[in-house]
Nanobody, 125 residues
Framework: QVQLVESGGGLVQAGGSLRLSCAASGRTFSSNVMGWFRQAPGKQREFVAAISWNGGSTYYADSVKGRFTISRDNAKNTVYLQMNSLKPEDTAVYYC??????????????????WGQGTQVTISS
């Protein structure tokens, strides 16, 4: 059974940091794009960041550029999202996703075919 399991969410004050992890099991995702999305209450799910199969290229939403960093450890089948300088508007459920048909770039939800269950991130002002 293929699973993506996120961890590391929580409640922090504005300006703080969190590091999300996404551990994959059931198959390897070392040959495809991995990404993070988020969904705030009452809003549609939105793209946050993506990383190419070998970590050589990364992509970010404008709203998180310069504050968030996506990385991966293919030996551990794990993807990370380091979030710094957090703002109340970053409050959302964060989802890890795998786009197994893409190696270098994927940003649209429909390009991702495996999803985690999500982890809550809450930023207090």
């Amino acid at each position: 059974q293929v699973q993506l399991v996120e961890s590391g969410g929580g409640l922090v004050q504005a300006g703080g940091s969190l590091r999300l992890s996404c551990a994959a099991s059931g198959r390897t995702f070392s040959s495809n794009v991995m990404g993070w999305f988020r969904q705030a209450p009452g809003k549609q799910r939105e793209f946050v960041a993506a990383i190419s199969w070998n970590g050589g290229s990364t992509y970010y939403a404008d709203s998180v550029k310069g504050r968030f960093t996506i990385s991966r450890d293919n030996a551990k089948n794990t993807v990370y999202l380091q979030m710094n300088s957090l703002k109340p508007e970053d409050t959302a459920v964060y989802y890890c996703a795998a786009a197994t048909f893409y190696r270098d770039y994927a940003q649209q939800e429909y390009e991702y075919n495996y999803w985690g269950q999500g982890t809550q991130v809450t930023i207090s002002s």
